[in-house]
């Protein structure tokens, strides 16, 4: 073989490896996912919420999936946000019409808006939480999404209960410009009167949660809880790096890192997150605490005296 042929022959397998690429609908379609480097059987991650048994990389989880694990089917009730009477008043197209995507976007993750958020109870607690759907437009948030998180916020005032935000979002929509950056005043104003009702007000961060979200509300939470290796950032690794010209560590911008430098509060697996909350929710509310605090401890005794003497 000469090098002419050699060349050809090489030239031959990169066409087929590039032809034998898979589409986005073919990998959707598969019963596999590709996990530390091995085909993984999805049904495999799926039935252990998401997260791979074998190398505990914590897989994409949606909204209605997370609620579903958190509080079991059916046992969570939608809330319903009013709807903006112009979704799209910039008439904004690029390669597709914007209302196009908005179609599409509601198709794939059968949401009105990017923002699922329900009533729900833990531990006999009632609670208010918000989740964001990154499959929507990649989580990002416009007019409707913010219609959703002051709908949510009011329901927990009415209601005197906590509030729980589970970010994951690329930022603020592009489509809707400056209506869009407006929402990140108003959930905060809505945080603010929540702080002032006196309610807990906790952050979930999921991966990744970016942007204007994380510019805004998801950082205001009471305390912030990160998921296993999340991403939390305003702006991506890329642009820091050639704006610092600087050479970051690997886990930069990761819950992880965030919380070696105080913007988190603690990083959890996914399984352990709900019961964390639990028992932060029966410490900051003094109802039903399974925490060993002086206060309980008095409480016991007490009561136990009490039972003594009579
Ligand atoms: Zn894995």
Request: with cysteine; glycine share 6%.
């Amino acid at each position: 073989m000469n090098w002419i042929t050699r060349i050809i022959s090489v030239a031959d397998k990169i066409k087929t490896a590039v032809r034998k690429r898979a589409t986005k609908s073919e990998i959707a379609a598969s019963k596999y996912i590709s996990c530390h480097g091995v085909p993984t059987e999805k049904k495999i991650i799926e039935e252990n919420n998401f997260v791979c048994p074998e190398c505990n990389f914590h897989h994409y989880q949606t909204p209605s999936q997370r609620f579903d694990m958190w509080f079991g089917k059916n046992n969570w009730t939608k809330i319903d946000s009013p709807k903006v009477a112009d979704p799209d008043p910039y008439r904004w197209e690029d390669k597709k019409k914007y209302t196009d995507r908005l179609k599409e976007a509601k198709k794939i993750t059968g949401q009105d808006n990017a923002i699922l958020s329900c009533e729900a109870k833990i531990n006999d607690i009632d609670i208010v939480v918000s989740a964001v759907n990154f499959k929507f437009i990649g989580g990002s948030i416009s007019l409707n999404e913010g219609e959703n998180v002051l709908a949510s916020v009011q329901t927990a005032i009415e209601k005197k209960c906590p509030y729980i935000f589970v970010s994951g979002s690329g930022g603020m929509r592009m489509m809707t410009n400056m209506l869009s950056l407006m929402q990140m005043t108003r959930m905060t104003i809505a945080i603010n009167e929540l702080k002032k009702n006196n309610l807990p007000y906790l952050v979930v961060v999921a991966s990744p949660s970016t942007g204007g979200l994380q510019a805004s509300i998801a950082s205001t939470g009471d305390i912030c809880i990160g998921e296993r290796g999340a991403t939390m950032a305003f702006a991506g690794k890329r642009i820091v790096e050639a704006t610092t010209k600087t050479e970051l560590p690997n886990n930069f911008q990761t819950v992880e890192w965030q919380m070696e430098k105080g913007q988190v509060d603690i990083v959890l697996d996914r399984k352990d997150i709900l019961p964390t909350i639990e028992k932060l929710l029966s410490i900051l509310l003094k109802k039903n605490s399974v925490i060993s605090t002086e206060e309980n401890e008095t409480k016991k005794n007490t009561q136990s005296l009490s039972k003594v003497a009579s």
